[in-house]
């Protein structure tokens, strides 16, 4: 029952720790594996329905908005794992309206053009006038974007 660490070392892609035990009263030494355990991320969509969190959703859209700026597929891919800690912060279930709400906080700093490309289709503009406000709502938040 009582064991020391004799070594420890990554394993698994860095998913998992490798840890070399030896039991303190009779020297057997044996390996154990530790791994996290992360709970499951559901996402409960606007007609109930609940379904997996999927990162790849994120930067799908994150990748339609942005295309033809200059945003790196990197900072796309940084994008969505920081909405995606910041969706296991509030809980393991999630709706896709606070996912939207936060994908839009992020784009915000990075791109405006892009923002507004993914509050375009997020918020289901359907007039000029729903760019107009957006913008002004923009500007009101501190990003001159009138030029």
Do not use: W
Not at 19 to 25: D, T
Not at 114 to 140: G, P, Q, T, W
Request: hydrophobic share 45%.
């Amino acid at each position: 029952m009582e064991t020391k660490v004799v070594d420890s070392r990554m394993a698994a892609d860095g998913h998992a720790v490798r840890r070399r035990r030896q039991c303190l009263s009779c020297a057997h030494r044996f390996t154990t594996f530790e791994r996290v355990d992360e709970v499951p991320l559901e996402v409960v969509k606007s007609d109930g329905a609940v379904v997996p969190f999927d990162r790849s959703k994120i930067v799908a859209g994150v990748l339609a908005a942005t295309k033809g700026r200059a945003v790196t597929p990197e900072r796309i891919d940084q994008l969505a794992v920081e909405v995606e800690d910041r969706m296991r912060l509030v809980g393991g279930a999630v709706t896709s309206a606070q996912i939207g709400v936060t994908v839009l906080d992020r784009l915000r700093s990075i791109d405006d053009v892009a923002y507004l490309r993914f509050a375009s289709v997020y918020k289901d503009f359907d007039a000029a006038a729903d760019f107009h406000r957006e913008i002004e709502l923009m500007n009101k938040l501190g990003h001159d974007v009138t030029g």
